[in-house]
């Protein structure tokens, strides 16, 4: 193959990049300075555990070549924390509040009422940057929010990211993909005592001589339908998977789709139910049964967040939120043209199995890293060299990109040498770890570490910092902020640590004082049992056993983790770890607190118990917050460690000191007033009158009762003198 001298093919790299689009123009110096656009790209359960650029990934790390190459070109944060799960992490990347001063503690599941919602009176990012002239769009998941699953739990409905503040959203409101339907489309059906295609496809015989088939019809929703056989294709079920299509074995495309054949139900990966929420407060649902809701969930996250980049003016500052979906459950096998060459083989693969979901994890990782590559690429930030690396250079950009994870790795997926049953779900290292990379036209000395704490709240500020705001002068002084600043360290090399201590917590979300609280569901990789998923499904898709209403206590179900371990030790079995109502830790330079709080079954009181560990980041074996090396179980501290546990100790009671509860407040200004009776008036009657943020008695419904909490209370100021 012929090639280009190397200064030319350089001089036309710079050419490309530099007359890409508004997404990477650089101003000429005559014309006034724009804010950079900033491109916020959110990873899902997806610890420092999981890369090998950090040292880690376990003994076969997944190729993530484009996420290297983007860290190679800024700055790489070996330090960063964020919250334990989810929904409380990306609530805080966008009002740079902590969860115990928004009550939004953990993952949003249907039960949660809106008041452990993201609030639409937090003064959040894109209304911030729309003071700058930013427009906003958001991608993919972000999980701010309830969902029609419970609309009654959800006051704002399908619009509520347009009420948060969102431009533009093309995404989902559930908090990942929904199980994978063994079913397969409908092929085996569950009423036959079906259900037999583990991972929602139909394999080839070879792989699976009893279910499998080597031809058949793949019909696609919009009514289309395509033969497909093994000498095309190696397993013609996979390939329809992941073309939108549901595969019939051994049939002949007809007229008439089959009866059998469901497009409604949802397939892990491969569908979702898209919302569109648009400028004008319009909103549009996408059904899994609609052609735009089919495919691998990566790659139509990535498609969209090209094409909303696309349409911006130029010379138009823009921020764009892309939330991927990948580590997420359930693990199944993304598209084969998204692995590298010499990926393991995976189409026999059942998608149960520790060592089968180490693998998925790997390749779901590898595929995703390509759409990254592709997304930087397809918005003009970057191209492929011929041998399909990745030439970025960002300083010939006008864009910011970060790429940040919500939580730590999830139980099955965790890397040695970090703990499994200390991950996603609680604020031990391997559950708040997280990979932080900042590249930009601003980063100077790319390629360094950055050593110092940082918190996921800190993204706040840092969005901020980037559109040339001071968020500390821009939000509301009634809005407490936690968020620290981030710039210093990408312009300055060497700058001193600006966090002289970090923070996380998981609680236990606000629900109806009217409602029973959700089953027991117990995690056999975390060893513990939780009442958070109100479904069967979702449990099971954790990978958990179900001890609800016809699990595996039988038809009645059990209702706490409490008598869960009663049942287990009446069966001869241990019993389990049980979910604390409240975690917390905050840490120094070397040393970390952790404070659990935890139901005592036989007394019925909450109990708190703190924890003492000595931690770093050194790799590949950093110090751990293992249980063995809980420094309060030993017998007796060192002066120093007594010190770094006192100081700790007054560190967190000061932190939660600095909350103020406003009793008839609703919208946050820390008074009540006659605003607080017309937003009253608004909520009990939007929705029915079901859950909202002025619902101050939680018992699910915004009614007479809320207002006279506001009128015991008319006139009282909260704020500090």
Known sequence: MNTLPATLAATLAALTLASCDNSSHVASSDTPSQPPNILFVVLDDFGVDQLALYGYGGATAPQTPNINAIAH?????????SMPTCTPSRATFFQGRYPFRTDVKNAVVALDLANSQVSPFEMTTPKLLKEKGYVNGLVGKMHLSGSDLNPANNPLGNGVMHELGW????GYLDGGPYPIDTTAGGISRLSEGGG?????FIPSTKD??????DSGACYQSDGGCTALSTSTTSTPGRTCLERGGIFDPGQSCRA???SYIDFSVQNGYYTGEWIINRPDGSVEV???SDPRSRGYRTVMETDRAVNWVREQAPNQPWMLSVGYSAIHTPLQQPPESLLPSGSIATSGYTCTGLDEQRVLTNQMTEAMDKEIGRLL????????KEDGSLDYQPEKTNTAVVIMADNGTYAPSVKAPFNPTRAKGFPYQTGVWVPLIVAGPMVKQAGREVPHMVNSADMFSLFGELAGLDVRQAVPASHTLDAKPILPYLTEPGHASIRSTNY???????ASTKVPPAPPCVLPSSNVCVQVFPQQGVCEDQGGIWYGAGGAAGQAGLPSCCAVNDYLVSQGDSAVDILPDSQKAIRDEFFKLVRIERLNCSSGQIESVDEFYEVDQAAPLPKLDNALHNLLTRPAMTPEQQQHYASLKSELQTLMNSHVRCPGDGNLDLVVDNRDIENWKRFSTANGGNSSWYDFNHDGVTDESDLAIIQQNMGKECRAA
């Open 73 to 81: 070109a800024g700055v790489r944060f070996r330090n960063a924390w």
């Open 167 to 170: 431009d533009y959203f093309e």
């Open 196 to 200: 037999v295609y583990g991972c929602g």
């Open 208 to 213: 699976d001589p009893a279910h499998g088939a």
């Open 256 to 258: 008439a789709r089959p």
């Open 286 to 288: 996408i059904p899994p």
């Open 377 to 384: 690429v397809e918005i003009g930030l970057a191209r492929f």
């Open 504 to 510: 996380t917590e998981m609680g236990t979300n606000i």
